[in-house]
């Protein structure tokens, strides 16, 4: 085994308290003789959802070695609140303890700049690795073996059961149900995302007539995995975004029958087709769906962009966006999202609620193609409540948008538990409703609204306001501290080792990618741009004294096996966006780490 740096874990400190552990809190002195594996996460990343799911079979497969704790540091102001981690930790079905951070100091200890990010503790109580974003569960499950195989022999390996302690479930219709359609019969239909069914209700939005799928995580001909979006179709079946099974499904309320028309079941991946045959192309948590333009509209919130299904040729392609992560608008190929997760079709725009940059933006025709614009919001770190002039007005995370008979958006402002509106007329944003809780979606049913409360388990049917509430403005910026770098030069590395047992994959050309860029773009004199080295030198701009670098990594790499005709292959990639200060005496070189020890 090769040798490793030997640097001691610091202890796990939250302001929040521990979930997951019947009240115990847990310490890392407690857990000598267990692999421990840290998992800092927020809740409104789908990178951090994607490896919650990487480390399902991770974890049940080494339950009485390992103990994989998540500590979850925030990104919002509403994820600070203890009780939104306690829902998001019931939603996500997270298994293990949980160490609530609200104010990031275990995330300062071990120095992380990323979600989301694993780090590796030995038995002996040593970091002996770290990972930063998706496609390490190989690499993590071989080192446990590894380290498994060293910590017997020494001596120094305690097996035994985990410090996870189920909570007690509560009994509700719903359980953080996602998107609801209006049926043609005047009822509702929801996907009730974390029993992993859809529930079709009678038109009071209460009385339930009859679920639709096991219930269980699946992907057989009756079940789903956290469905999200759903759309009717022309035809009255009903698409289904099967967000876990990376999947579009197809519900008949006539006959029952559940069919997949796109995805693969796995996720999709850099360098895999992003067009073809539906059945063959793999999708990334697929987050809602929208009949528009003759086609399925798909906010593809997995890899930042929008996809198309075309039921009348089976075909998937890429409409907009380019996987990278921001609020670029333009030209739809040209374009950048983060995390679109909901869609609202209305006459020639097509309106999406981009959640990680708290953006209501559209997607309209542009001579022969189509082209993305932005109505209210900023940026990735530019968030909070304030109505008024859509140039200053702010949401935080918004979920979904709803598009209402008068031409102007509703939007479900999920982490200001509130619902709010756009008026194209005007420029106007407005509050329509407050004392929501985490409204995920809305839809139209006469003269009322009906609004998807998701973490209180219900519809909640409103009245649609004449005139809006008016609330006070509050401004947020993440509370995620900048980097101090020096003025001039600035050296960018991406830290990435190699697995044991594998290496760069370079049959096919360089293994590694690097995108860099900046907000704002003046940041950056020298150094934006993409190219296949894991290290540039930056230079910064004069006059500009702070922003975000944001960049974005991929290596791959495969088994080391000469014997091995075909080698098992695996992706790394992370998307990094890096507050920055420009300040003398700042530091001159940057590392990130995407595997390995920087």
């Keep these: ?43 409104c990343c789908v990178n951090c959802l994607h490896v919650l799911d990487e480390l399902r079979e991770l974890e049940e497969k080494h339950r009485d070695t390992v103990v994989i704790i ?50 590796v503790i030995d038995p002996e109580g040593y970091v002996v690795a770290q990972h930063a974003g998706e496609g390490h569960a190989h690499a993590l499950a071989a080192l446990v073996e590894e380290l498994e195989t060293e ?26 149900p996602g998107k609801a359609v209006v049926l043609p019969t005047g009822g509702f239909l929801v996907s009730d995302s974390t ?81 073809g045959p539906a059945r063959e192309v793999a999708l990334s948590s697929p987050w809602d769906v929208a009949w528009w333009a003759d086609r399925v509209w798909i906010a593809m919130a997995g890899v930042h962009q929008l996809w198309t299904y075309d ?14 992560e921001g609020l670029v608008d333009g030209p739809a190929a040209e374009a950048w999202f983060a995390q679109p997760s909901g869609l609202a079709a209305a006459g020639d725009r097509l309106w999406l609620a981009d959640s990680e940059t708290s953006a209501l933006r559209y997607v309209e025709r542009d001579g022969d193609g189509f082209a993305v614009r932005t109505a209210v919001g900023t940026g990735l770190f ?10 200053q007005a702010l949401f935080q995370h918004p979920l979904g948008v709803t598009a209402l008979p008068d031409g102007s958006v509703a939007v479900s402002d999920t982490y200001n538990h509130a619902l709010r509106r756009y008026d194209p007329a005007t420029g106007e944003v407005s509050t329509l409703a407050t004392d929501l809780r985490e409204p995920s979606d809305a839809v139209l049913a006469g003269d009322d609204i009906v609004v998807v409360e998701s973490a209180r388990h219900r ?46 994959d370079t049959r096919y050309g360089p293994s590694t990618r690097l995108l860099v860029s900046s907000t704002p773009p ?77």
């Design 1 to 43: 085994m090769a040798t490793r740096a030997r640097v001691r874990a610091p202890e796990l400190t939250g302001k929040g308290g521990w979930l997951n552990t019947g009240g115990n809190a847990l310490s890392l002195p407690e857990l000598r003789g267990r692999i421990v594996i840290l998992d800092f996460w927020t809740f």
């Design 70 to 119: 998540g500590v979850h540091s925030p990104k919002f102001v509403h994820e600070a609140d203890h009780q939104a981690v306690v829902d998001a930790v019931e939603r996500y079905e997270v298994h293990h303890p949980v160490l609530d951070d609200p104010e990031l100091a275990t995330w300062k200890q071990y120095a992380v700049r990323a979600w989301p990010t694993l780090v």
């Design 151 to 176: 910590h017997a022999a020494k001596g120094t390996l305690r097996r035994g059961d985990g410090a996870y302690v189920a909570p007690e479930p509560e009994a509700t219709d719903l359980r953080f």
């Design 195 to 275: 029993r992993h069914q859809l529930v079709e209700l009678e038109a009071d939005g209460e009385t339930v007539v009859r679920r639709i799928g096991t219930g269980e995580r699946g992907f057989g001909p009756e079940s789903f995995s956290e469905p999200q979006g759903i759309a009717l179709l022309p035809d009255g079946k009903v698409v289904v975004a099967d967000t876990v099974n990376h999947a579009l499904r197809v519900y008949d309320p006539e006959t029952g029958a559940i069919t997949t028309v796109a995805g693969t079941g796995r996720q999709w991946m850099q360098g895999q087709p992003t067009s």
């Design 311 to 324: 039921p009348a040729t089976g075909t998937v392609a890429v409409a907009a966006g380019t996987t990278n």
């Design 382 to 391: 530019d968030f909070g409540h304030r109505d008024g002039d859509a140039a």
């Design 459 to 504: 519809l909640t049917r409103l009245r649609l306001p004449e005139e809006a509430v008016r609330v006070e403005a509050v401004a947020h910026r993440t509370q995620r501290a900048a980097t101090d770098i020096a003025p001039g030069r600035l050296r960018l590395d991406v830290v990435f080792q190699a697995p044991a047992g594998q290496k760069l």
């Design 522 to 598: 003046e940041l950056l004199a020298e150094g934006s741009g993409a190219g296949t080295d894991l290290e540039r030198e930056l230079v910064l701009a004069e006059g500009v004294t702070e922003g975000v670098l944001h960049v974005s990594a991929m290596a791959a790499s495969c088994d080391d096996d000469p014997e091995n005709e075909y080698p098992a292959c695996h992706m790394h990639q992370q998307d990094w966006g890096v507050p920055v200060r420009v300040v003398a005496g700042g530091t001159e070189r940057l590392p990130l780490v995407l595997a390995g020890m920087a």
